[in-house]
Structure formats: structure tokens, C-alpha cells
T-cell receptor
Framework: AQSVAQPEDQVNVAEGNPLTVKCTYSVSGNPYLFWYVQYPNRGLQFLLKYITGDNLVKGSYGFEAEFNKSQTSFHLKKPSALVSDSALYFCAVRDGAGTALIFGKGTTLSVSS | GAVVSQHPSRVICKSGTSVKIECRSLDFQATTMFWYRQFPKQSLMLMATSNEGSKATYEQGVEKDKFLINHASLTLSTLTVTSAHPEDSSFYIC?????????????FGPGTRLTVL
């Protein structure tokens, strides 16, 4: 069965500092990996995805993520955090095209000014 | 870009009543739609997968007779919570996968907040 782990409930960073939100996954086949962001009482907004190709994926709002097959990780990163980046971030995985996304429990990112 | 809407955005109902939530893909046709529920400060839990014109596939532990899903067209799926109870109070989010294009693309609606009194 596929699963996603986000080990941190909350990540706190100061504005302008780099941020990392961690994600590890487990799938039986080749992983399709995604990051979404959710603002309060809102649906999910797509940030980026890894299907195949370059391990470093660039997405919306300056975010990027690196796929590491040996560590089964897909950490979300941004070189310089903004206060407006404060939100709930979800990592998600599916084990092939056409299957449903399975989400991690989410990590709350808090960026202080 | 692809837009998914949900209606209503917020609903309050009495225990024992039924509530219908609509999920529409506004500018694309969706062969598959998914329904999730989210408890406060928790992750999205997949409830069911629905394909247009066929019966929904429910995840383990989700009562299909309580959460009725209909996917009658390529742009509309409905979730009906029957005989709602306070424990059904949650944030329900749908997502839709376009008929055309990559099957790994999934677009999410804004969610529906259900409160059962």
C-alpha cells in the first residue's frame, strides 16, 4: 500500500531564510509525487509534481522539490521564505497514472517577519 | 486554467437530514472525480472515486449507503450525506481529473464545510 509521511507538524522560519518541508513516501511502483498548499477554509492549490525526468522540480511561487529515490524523499524547498507562504502544505503520492492521490498529514508552515 | 467549483461552500443542517454537495468542473470534462473529507488540522482522507456513468468505488470504512455519490455527467458529481449526524461534520473536498491530457493532473474544489447540529 502507498503512504506518505510528513514528520513535522509545524515548521517555523524567519522571512528571507530558506525553508524545507519534509516528505517521505512508500509505493510499490514508480512514484508520482505532488505538493499542494492549502490556505484556511480553502481547497488545495497545486504547487509542483514529479513524474519522471530531472530530480529537481520547480513549481509555483518559487518553490522547488527534490526527488531522492534512495531516500524515498520529496522535500519541498524555497530559497527565501515570505510571510505570505504561511499555510498548510501537503505532500501526496500515487503509484501510477490513474490512481487516487494519497496525502500526508500536512505540515503547517509559519513564516515570521 | 482548470476550475472546479463546489456548492454550497458552507451548510448547516439538523441531525437526521440529508445534504447534497455538488462538484462541477467548469471548463473541462472530468472522467474521474474524487471525494475527500478533512477533519480540523488533519489530512485529506479519500472517501471514494467516481467515474462518469458507473458506480463509485468507496474506500475501506466509508459507508456507501450513507455517502451517496452520483457522477451523472462529465462535469458534475454529487455527494449526498444521508441521515447526517454530528460526527459527519467535516470539510468535504472534491477533485476532478480531466478527460483530456495527462491522467496525473487533478484539480481541487474549494471545499464544503458541513456542520451537523
Amino acid at each position: 500500500a502507498q503512504s506518505v509521511a510528513q514528520p513535522e507538524d509545524q515548521v517555523n522560519v524567519a522571512e528571507g531564510n530558506p525553508l524545507t518541508v519534509k516528505c517521505t513516501y512508500s509505493v510499490s511502483g514508480n512514484p508520482y509525487l505532488f505538493w499542494y498548499v492549502q490556505y484556511p477554509n480553502r481547497g488545495l492549490q497545486f504547487l509542483l509534481k514529479y513524474i519522471t525526468g530531472d530530480n529537481l522540480v520547480k513549481g509555483s511561487y518559487g518553490f522547488e522539490a527534490e526527488f531522492n529515490k534512495s531516500q524515498t524523499s520529496f522535500h519541498l524547498k524555497k530559497p527565501s521564505a515570505l510571510v505570505s507562504d504561511s499555510a498548510l502544505y501537503f505532500c501526496a503520492v500515487r503509484d501510477g497514472a490513474g490512481t487516487a492521490l494519497i496525502f500526508g498529514k500536512g505540515t503547517t508552515l509559519s513564516v515570521s517577519s | 486554467g482548470a476550475v472546479v467549483s463546489q456548492h454550497p461552500s458552507r451548510v448547516i443542517c439538523k441531525s437526521g437530514t440529508s445534504v447534497k454537495i455538488e462538484c462541477r468542473s467548469l471548463d473541462f470534462q472530468a472522467t474521474t472525480m474524487f471525494w475527500y473529507r478533512q477533519f480540523p488540522k488533519q489530512s485529506l482522507m479519500l472517501m471514494a472515486t467516481s467515474n462518469e456513468g458507473s458506480k463509485a468505488t468507496y474506500e475501506q470504512g466509508v459507508e456507501k449507503d450513507k455517502f451517496l455519490i452520483n457522477h451523472a455527467s462529465l462535469t458534475l458529481s454529487t455527494l449526498t450525506v444521508t441521515s447526517a449526524h454530528p460526527e459527519d461534520s467535516s470539510f468535504y473536498i472534491c477533485s476532478a481529473r480531466p478527460l483530456a491530457g495527462s491522467t496525473d493532473t487533478q484539480y481541487f474544489g474549494p471545499g464544503t464545510r458541513l456542520t451537523v447540529l
